[in-house]
Nanobody, 115 residues
Framework: QVQLVESGGGLVQAGGSLRLSCAVS????????LGWYRQAPGKQRELVAA???????NYADSAKGRFTISRDNAKNTVYLQMNSLKPEDTAVYYC?????????WGQGTQVTVSS
């Protein structure tokens, strides 16, 4: 079992920044992929950024150059720094951990970017 608790969402104006945090607990040693997804109203959930097995990072095209995923292993926390935010970044952001054979999700945190 893995538990994920997100924080850091909120309302920000276009061009602003936010940092999301995800506290990870439980059986974390066999997590293959750890990262962030988002779901906007009426749209499918999509990958934003993630650490893949082997320690590489993977970013959605929409996130490249603006978002940065990082982690603090001592705190078992993964972060998503979001800069130059756009209204189209408005969504519920979820932390996710893939641990074969299942995926664990946090409760989500709302990010709203006003124009």
């Amino acid at each position: 079992q893995v538990q994920l608790v997100e924080s850091g969402g909120g309302l920000v104006q276009a061009g602003g920044s936010l940092r999301l945090s995800c506290a990870v607990s439980g059986s974390i040693f066999s997590i293959n992929v750890l990262g962030w997804y988002r779901q906007a109203p009426g749209k499918q959930r999509e990958l934003v950024a993630a650490f893949t097995s082997g320690g590489n990072t993977n970013y959605a095209d929409s996130a490249k150059g603006r978002f940065t995923i990082s982690r603090d292993n001592a705190k078992n926390t993964v972060y998503l720094q979001m800069n130059s935010l756009k209204p189209e970044d408005t969504a519920v952001y979820y932390c996710a951990a893939h641990q074969v054979p299942r995926t664990y999700w946090g409760q989500g945190t709302q990010v709203t970017v006003s124009s």
